[in-house]
């Protein structure tokens, strides 16, 4: 058996990254793409491997050599690699084509061992390597019949999005017998070079030969094996995430700060979304309206703090509508950067935006990170502090203050002349009976020194929406919060969940009820696991310290890197002190069980 890799083009969408070498010269991990595709193909005891060579292709005949692990590599040079697509860098290796078994690949791609080891095992002589499509996917695709034969190839101009859930894509590795090159594949490739010219894909004869009586080209799907086609930077980077080190792969998927629908594959218990609304109704209507939303501006400020004051109970006047909770903390902050009691460990976009000399931090002094209103006086009772910051249920302890410590604590911050910042973003999913919300334009007026903030992201499951609401009864504070936002600082999506979500209250509730129910099992599940402790919690989350057998590294490294599942490694936020606590999000049952599964693994 032999390989052929095609490697003639320019990387154009690499910028300077392909300005001095060919685009299989990028490195991941400090490793190219060529070195780590050769290494795999000489593993499976590949006895000869051609690569056609075009853009850069001194550079990488001086970097690999004529040998690679003692497997002999032939060069076949496309001198026009500026003017023509893949199809002429197959016609030119035509002839070694027909020689021997033959895996073809490109040379753009990064893909696990365990594909290869498939493709070569499987028994069947041509095959296609093909993944479900997903919408981070771009190029040709395929379609299946209940065998797994091809039914058709679809280039790009042919997709129809309306058929996606049919579509696998192809991964660019392909198994060829001498049969089907020599009697299928290369005659009707050089007719088809002929007839229609040297710039377009060899996917178009494979597409042609599909297309005959008898199907003599199956698919190998994969599932959970990682592969990724590297076009552009951003390419480059998703690739780094997933390939990188069991130690490497938490701290390189944190940093991207979500976009996690890229990773299908990736099961999040890093961020925090309800994972029952919206139903299925409320999506349907969204979708219905898609084309409208897409296409129409967003109403201003104005329009927006209605919806918002309507869908919250209180004034127009009162409230500001933002592009998520954080940029309403970012201009809050912006303008009241002073003196501020913070509750620490908490959700760090607060701490973040004020100047460290303005903090005056509380630490919860027990092993829960719990506290009532009344800890919180006797901290700050003396302290010279303008305003305090409490998030309830915290973030990440999931620690709450009820109804009536809280509303002491609103009477002891109005006699101190102190401005009390309330988060409420995850009020919904405590218990029913301890539910209650300062969304209320009487009390709001009667308390002006309350502010209150509340993401819509996290409470109803919209995080992609980006939605965000702070209200006040100091309508002076309201005004100048408008006049820090852009006038169309929200999308139409955002403004058209608020005009309609009245229609989907009773469903809103219910999914909170749902909610509860799952956090009570997956509580009870979770303290089951021999080295974790877990804290009780009054939101969409469980703060958990691990108390034997792993660090905290350890264990988030291992989760993602055998089980694909992201959890937050809380040790180095400011308030644990290296602590060892991971934070774990309450999704829905099928996910839940999922982390069970792998936490019982690691148990044994």
């Given at each position: 058996m032999q390989a052929i890799i095609l490697a003639a083009g320019m990387g154009k969408r690499l910028g300077d990254l392909t300005k001095e070498n060919t685009k299989c010269m990028i490195k991941v991990h400090s490793r190219t793409l060529i070195e780590r595709m050769l290494t795999q193909l000489t593993d499976e005891n590949i006895r000869r491997i051609i690569i056609v060579i075009g853009y850069k292709g001194e550079n990488l005949k001086k970097f690999i050599g004529d040998s690679f692990q003692g497997v002999p590599i032939v060069y076949v040079e496309n001198k026009i690699y500026d003017k023509t697509n893949n199809i002429y860098s197959l016609y030119l290796a035509r002839e070694y084509l027909m020689e021997d078994e033959t895996i073809l690949l490109e040379s753009d791609l990064i893909f696990s061992d365990?594909?290869?080891?498939?493709?070569?095992?499987?028994?069947?002589?041509?095959?296609?390597?093909?993944?479900?499509?997903?919408?981070?996917?771009?190029?040709?695709?395929?379609?299946?019949?209940?065998?797994?034969?091809?039914?058709?190839?679809?280039?790009?101009?042919?997709?129809?999005?309306?058929?996606?859930?049919?579509?696998?894509?192809t991964v660019n590795v392909y198994k060829f017998s001498i049969d089907f090159s020599s009697n299928k594949y290369v005659p009707f490739?050089?007719?088809?070079?002929?007839?229609?010219?040297?710039?377009?894909?060899?996917?178009?004869?494979?597409?042609?030969?599909?297309?005959?009586?008898?199907?003599?080209?199956?698919?190998?799907?994969?599932?959970?094996?990682?592969?990724?086609?590297?076009?552009?930077?951003?390419?480059?980077?998703?690739?780094?995430?997933?390939?990188?080190?069991?130690?490497?792969?938490?701290?390189?998927?944190?940093?991207?700060?979500?976009?996690?629908?890229?990773?299908?594959?990736?099961?999040?218990?890093?961020?925090?979304?309800?994972?029952?609304?919206?139903?299925?109704?409320?999506?349907?209507?969204?979708?219905?309206?898609?084309?409208?939303?897409?296409?129409?501006?967003?109403?201003?400020?104005?329009?927006?703090?209605?919806?918002?004051?309507?869908?919250?109970?209180?004034?127009?006047?009162?409230?500001?509508?933002?592009?998520?909770?954080?940029e309403l903390i970012n201009a809050y902050i912006r303008t009241n950067d002073t003196k501020t009691g913070v509750i620490l460990p908490t959700f760090e976009e607060y701490p973040n935006r004020l100047t460290p000399s303005n903090i005056v931090e509380y630490i919860p002094d027990n092993k829960d990170f719990s506290y009532t209103a009344g800890d919180l006086i006797s901290r700050f009772?003396?302290?010279?502090?303008?305003?305090?910051?409490?998030?309830?249920?915290?973030?990440?302890?999931?620690?709450?203050?009820a109804e009536e410590g809280m509303l002491k604590l609103i009477d002891w911050a109005k006699n101190k002349s102190i401005t009390l910042i309330v988060d409420e973003s995850f009020v919904d999913f405590s218990d029913t009976g301890k539910r209650f919300t300062l969304f209320n334009k009487d009390f709001l007026k009667s308390n002006p020194h309350l502010v209150v903030i509340k993401s819509i992201s996290k409470s109803y499951g919209v995080p992609g929406l980006r939605l965000g609401?702070?209200?006040?009864?100091?309508?002076?504070?309201?005004?100048?919060?408008?006049?820090?936002?852009?006038?169309?600082?929200?999308?139409?999506?955002?403004?058209?969940?608020?005009?309609?979500?009245?229609?989907?209250?009773?469903?809103?509730?219910?999914?909170?009820?749902?909610?509860?129910?799952?956090?009570?099992?997956?509580?009870?599940?979770?303290?089951?696991?021999?080295?974790?402790?877990?804290?009780?919690?009054?939101?969409?989350?469980f703060l958990c310290e691990i108390t034997k057998r792993f660090s905290t590294k350890e264990l988030a490294s291992k989760l993602l890197y055998s089980y694909n599942i992201l959890v937050k490694d809380c040790s180095a936020k400011a308030g644990f002190r290296s602590q060892p606590y991971i934070r774990i999000a309450i999704r829905d049952e099928e996910d839940n069980n999922k982390l069970i599964k792998a936490l019982r693994r690691l148990d044994n």
């Amino acid at each position: 058996m032999q390989a052929i890799i095609l490697a003639a083009g320019m990387g154009k969408r690499l910028g300077d990254l392909t300005k001095e070498n060919t685009k299989c010269m990028i490195k991941v991990h400090s490793r190219t793409l060529i070195e780590r595709m050769l290494t795999q193909l000489t593993d499976e005891n590949i006895r000869r491997i051609i690569i056609v060579i075009g853009y850069k292709g001194e550079n990488l005949k001086k970097f690999i050599g004529d040998s690679f692990q003692g497997v002999p590599i032939v060069y076949v040079e496309n001198k026009i690699y500026d003017k023509t697509n893949n199809i002429y860098s197959l016609y030119l290796a035509r002839e070694y084509l027909m020689e021997d078994e033959t895996i073809l690949l490109e040379s753009d791609l990064i893909f696990s061992d365990r594909i290869l080891k498939k493709l070569i095992k499987n028994p069947y002589p041509n095959l296609t390597v093909v993944a479900k499509y997903q919408s981070w996917m771009d190029g040709t695709v395929v379609t299946l019949d209940s065998d797994n034969n091809i039914i058709n190839f679809i280039p790009k101009k042919a997709f129809c999005f309306r058929d996606k859930k049919m579509y696998y894509k192809t991964v660019n590795v392909y198994k060829f017998s001498i049969d089907f090159s020599s009697n299928k594949y290369v005659p009707f490739l050089e007719a088809y070079s002929k007839a229609l010219g040297n710039n377009e894909y060899y996917e178009q004869v494979l597409r042609v030969i599909s297309l005959l009586d008898e199907p003599s080209l199956k698919a190998l799907p994969i599932a959970d094996e990682k592969w990724y086609e590297i076009d552009d930077e951003q390419d480059l980077n998703n690739a780094e995430a997933l390939f990188a080190s069991e130690e490497e792969a938490p701290v390189l998927y944190g940093r991207r700060y979500g976009g996690y629908w890229r990773f299908p594959q990736m099961a999040d218990f890093c961020y925090l979304v309800n994972p029952y609304f919206p139903d299925g109704r409320m999506k349907e209507e969204m979708l219905s309206n898609f084309e409208i939303l897409l296409t129409e501006y967003p109403s201003g400020m104005g329009v927006n703090s209605q919806l918002a004051a309507r869908f919250t109970g209180v004034h127009t006047s009162q409230i500001v509508v933002g592009n998520g909770a954080a940029e309403l903390i970012n201009a809050y902050i912006r303008t009241n950067d002073t003196k501020t009691g913070v509750i620490l460990p908490t959700f760090e976009e607060y701490p973040n935006r004020l100047t460290p000399s303005n903090i005056v931090e509380y630490i919860p002094d027990n092993k829960d990170f719990s506290y009532t209103a009344g800890d919180l006086i006797s901290r700050f009772d003396g302290e010279d502090i303008k305003q305090l910051i409490v998030i309830n249920p915290d973030n990440p302890s999931g620690n709450m203050i009820a109804e009536e410590g809280m509303l002491k604590l609103i009477d002891w911050a109005k006699n101190k002349s102190i401005t009390l910042i309330v988060d409420e973003s995850f009020v919904d999913f405590s218990d029913t009976g301890k539910r209650f919300t300062l969304f209320n334009k009487d009390f709001l007026k009667s308390n002006p020194h309350l502010v209150v903030i509340k993401s819509i992201s996290k409470s109803y499951g919209v995080p992609g929406l980006r939605l965000g609401f702070m209200a006040s009864g100091d309508v002076g504070l309201i005004k100048k919060i408008k006049e820090e936002v852009s006038i169309w600082n929200i999308n139409s999506f955002a403004e058209f969940f608020m005009q309609i979500f009245t229609k989907y209250q009773d469903d809103y509730e219910q999914a909170c009820v749902n909610f509860v129910n799952e956090r009570n099992r997956f509580f009870s599940l979770l303290e089951t696991i021999s080295f974790l402790r877990v804290v009780p919690s009054s939101a969409n989350y469980f703060l958990c310290e691990i108390t034997k057998r792993f660090s905290t590294k350890e264990l988030a490294s291992k989760l993602l890197y055998s089980y694909n599942i992201l959890v937050k490694d809380c040790s180095a936020k400011a308030g644990f002190r290296s602590q060892p606590y991971i934070r774990i999000a309450i999704r829905d049952e099928e996910d839940n069980n999922k982390l069970i599964k792998a936490l019982r693994r690691l148990d044994n």
